[in-house]
């Protein structure tokens, strides 16, 4: 196991078992991440706040916990297709803040390793979207609605895909970004 310093053995906190994606498309979501930032005071930024990543499932807990549910999912096959859609920015929270990131297909295969992942915690300790509602995506940033405006992503955007990726364990900050990796499984 990596060592942890943000995570105490007995304190709850937020992890999620996630997907990364390996190589240019990790760099390439954290450029464009970047791009959208770029001069704006941003809570959800990747590579500085999160890694790129797709949520398959969210959950609080203490690292003993989480590392029992990552023990759980030994066996549970994550391979499976990820097609990245459009890139789109969320309705407006209630902070006035939005979201942007890639909408992602969901399929027969990710559904069903999803439902077999929330079996391995809690019920009581999941949080978000589940089952049926799950909405798979790739969260880029969380901005102020204003800071949207006149954003142009479109040659950034173009060349992303996730062919490839390792499943993993990580630690979760505030707005769930994935902070780092605690297991991986490649």
Known sequence: MTEILTCSRTAEQRFSLVIVPKGETF???IELSQH???RKQAEYK???ISLPHMT???FKGTL???QEAWKKAANIPVNFEV???EFYISNVLENGKCYSGFRVERNKKMQICHNQLLECVPKNMVNGAVEDSYF???TTALLEQK???NLDVTKLTSAINMEEYYFALGASGEHWQFKEVIEKRI
Do not use: F, M, T, W
């Open 64 to 66: 003993a916990q989480a």
């Open 27 to 29: 760099s390439k979501l």
């Open 136 to 138: 798979p995506q790739v």
């Open 46 to 48: 990747l590579g500085e």
């Open 36 to 38: 959208i930032c770029q």
């Open 56 to 58: 398959l499932v969210q």
């Open 147 to 149: 800071d949207y405006n």
């Open 83 to 85: 097609k990245l859609r």
